[in-house]
């Protein structure tokens, strides 16, 4: 873009980009997300790590929310999926072993190519350590992140409108580059006005709950209880850039698996 940015909006059909968290937590750090895809290099040996936004958060400042306008990406030909709607997508591991291969288990008992295609001995080969990382963390299945990118690139065509199923709607944020434990942040501004001092809520929705139980109360207390973020309020106030298009819904993850489980091993799941 630094060097021929008028080229590439001009070149460009639509970009689609798996990356960031607005309403979740984040999968790096507590705000952040990185995309850890282990992927077996088999002469090698070694995995291989794509990184997101928390690796190169100067880049998506740069692309999404850039001082000037005219420096970033085409924003209307622009769409954003984070983690907020990736991590709804899953292949459940028992799932793969019943209609693909009934002996895949885990890399202490590794797959055997005697008796199976070579596509389904491949991927059972690298989906076994990766089943171990997952169940680690308490999950049987993998999260079908870059995945669900690839089918909205498939599924949404540069030129047209979004097909059915999917939506997107704007979110202002901006980016986090420099914090110790924020690097990589999408920072949205939930304040009404300036003079919010609670998280998630503005000052007149706090002084009216304060007001309502009779409670005693200092300048800065508040009797709000703790709680999730709230996702950005309809209306509130947009004070960084333009916003980004981001997904919001998609036909659903088990669209998802019935496409992949036909195109990759030819499998039809509803059966």
Same mark, same amino acid.
């Given at each position: ?12 059909? %639509? =970009?689609?980009?798996?990356?960031? *968290?607005?309403?979740?937590?984040? *999968?790096?750090?507590? =705000? ?5 895809? &282990?992927? @077996?290099?088999? !002469?090698?040996?070694?995995? @291989?790590? $794509?990184? *997101? ?19 970033? !990406? ?8 984070? &983690? ?27 797959? =055997? ?34 995945? =669900? ?14 097909? $059915?199923?999917?939506?997107? %709607?704007? @979110? ?9 434990? $924020?690097?990589?942040? &999408?920072? +949205?501004? @939930? ?10 809520? *503005? ?6 709950? +304060? ?27 947009? %004070? ?22 036909? %195109?990759?091993?030819? $499998?039809?799941?509803?059966?």
């Amino acid at each position: 873009m630094q060097k021929g940015s008028d080229l590439v909006r001009e070149k460009i059909g %639509r =970009v689609i980009c798996m990356g960031g *968290n607005l309403d979740v937590p984040g *999968n790096t750090s507590p =705000v952040a997300e990185c995309e850890w895809a &282990l992927i @077996r290099i088999l !002469l090698l040996g070694l995995p @291989r790590r $794509t990184v *997101n936004f928390f690796a190169d958060p100067y880049a998506v400042k740069e692309l999404l929310t850039p001082r000037e306008s005219q420096l970033g !990406l085409p924003l209307d030909r622009f769409l954003l999926l984070p &983690l907020d709607i990736t991590s709804l997508h899953e292949m459940p591991f028992p799932k793969y072993k019943e209609k693909i291969d009934l002996a895949f288990e885990s890399s202490a008992s590794s797959s =055997v190519a005697a008796g199976k295609r070579p596509l389904v001995h491949f991927t059972s080969s690298f989906l076994e350590r990766t089943r171990e990382i997952m169940v680690k963390f308490g999950k049987d299945a993998m999260e079908l992140h870059d995945i =669900v990118a690839v089918w909205c690139a498939i599924d949404n065509p540069p030129g047209r409108e979004l097909s $059915t199923g999917w939506k997107a %709607r704007k @979110r202002v944020f901006d980016v986090e580059r420099t914090g110790e434990i $924020t690097r990589g942040m &999408l920072v +949205i501004d @939930r304040r009404e006005d300036e003079s919010a001092y609670s998280p998630g809520a *503005n000052r007149a929705q706090i002084q009216a709950e +304060i007001e309502s139980k009779k409670l005693e109360h200092g300048v800065w207390e508040s009797a709000a209880n703790p709680a999730q973020v709230e996702t950005q309020q309809e209306g509130s106030a947009q %004070r960084v850039g333009s916003g980004v298009f981001c997904v919001i819904e998609t036909p659903g993850s088990e669209a998802l698996l019935q496409l992949l489980f036909s %195109r990759v091993w030819g $499998t039809d799941i509803a059966n």
